[in-house]
């Protein structure tokens, strides 16, 4: 159909939180950074814009929204019993389990959103050096 327009190149979503206001900022780029590295790794700012600071990666999710688990290693989907923790949310019960698809804690080709945090800050403001304009 002409009217649908489909991208070639998929895009991969950065959500940088800063600690000391508590605002988050997202930035889309179609270049995969940070491919390889694990939840928790500290990654430089410069590859985004951020130039001076540093980024500690904290999550993210796949291309079809399965979130990241930190303690599960490599890249790829499981499903897994889980009985706490942030992708299963929908446990009421004391005791209750739920089996929920998550992704483990590696960055892939796979991976559509990533979560970072500033971890160490450079001299000028985040919104600035993305070029975010503050709303008023």
């Not at 800063?18 to 889309?28: A, F, I, R, S, V």
């Not at 990241?68 to 446990?91: K, Q, S, T, V, W």
């Not at 990533?114 to 304009?133: C, D, M, R, Y």
Request: proline share 8%.
């Amino acid at each position: 159909h002409p009217s649908t327009s489909f991208s070639s190149m998929p895009e991969f979503r950065y959500v940088i939180s800063d600690p000391k206001t508590g605002k988050t900022y997202q930035k889309t780029l179609e270049e995969l950074h940070f491919a390889g590295k694990k939840i928790g790794e500290t990654v430089p700012g410069s590859q985004l814009g951020l130039t001076g600071y540093e980024l500690q990666i904290t999550g993210g999710s796949d291309n079809a929204g399965f979130p990241m688990l930190g303690h599960l290693e490599g890249p790829g989907r499981r499903a897994l019993l889980l009985a706490r923790g942030p992708a299963a949310r929908e446990i009421k019960k004391p005791g209750m389990r739920l089996r929920k698809t998550v992704v483990g804690n590696t960055i892939s080709p796979s991976t559509a959103q990533i979560n970072l945090k500033v971890s160490k800050f450079g001299t000028k403001a985040v919104p600035e050096l993305l070029g975010i304009q503050p709303k008023e």
